[in-house]
């Protein structure tokens, strides 16, 4: 199975105000991930669900997403440091 990426409008603008190269690494990432049979193994279940409900870690970046069947919503992409603060 492989996966839709889909990016909330929140998301789109945490991409928008990022480095062009953590936008290259991060869509390099998306691009694997989409090749994908399961994210799961990757990702890691969230116990605070008002975020999302898995997170992946691409370096010091955390994104936090929804699983829907075949389809990934993205819905925020911060720094580690600034991702579970609201």
Same mark, same amino acid.
């Given at each position: 199975?492989?996966?839709? #990426? +889909?990016?909330?409008?929140?998301?789109?603008?945490?991409v928008g105000q990022l480095d062009a190269? &953590?936008?290259? /690494? +991060?869509?390099?990432?998306?691009?694997? &991930?989409?090749?994908?049979?399961?994210?799961?193994? +990757?990702?890691? *279940?969230?116990?605070?669900?008002?975020?999302?409900?898995? $997170?992946?870690? &691409?370096?010091?970046?955390?994104?936090?997403?929804? &699983?829907?069947?075949?389809? #990934?919503? #993205?819905?925020? #992409? /911060? *720094? $580690?440091?600034?991702?579970?603060?609201?």
């Open positions: 199975m492989s996966y839709t #990426i +889909l990016f909330s409008e929140r998301a789109k603008k945490d190269v &953590i936008q290259k /690494r +991060l869509a390099k990432k998306f691009k694997q &991930i989409s090749q994908l049979d399961d994210i799961k193994p +990757l990702a890691k *279940h969230l116990t605070n669900f008002d975020a999302g409900t898995y $997170r992946l870690r &691409i370096g010091d970046y955390r994104v936090v997403f929804d &699983i829907d069947n075949s389809d #990934i919503y #993205i819905l925020r #992409i /911060r *720094h $580690r440091k600034e991702c579970y603060h609201q």
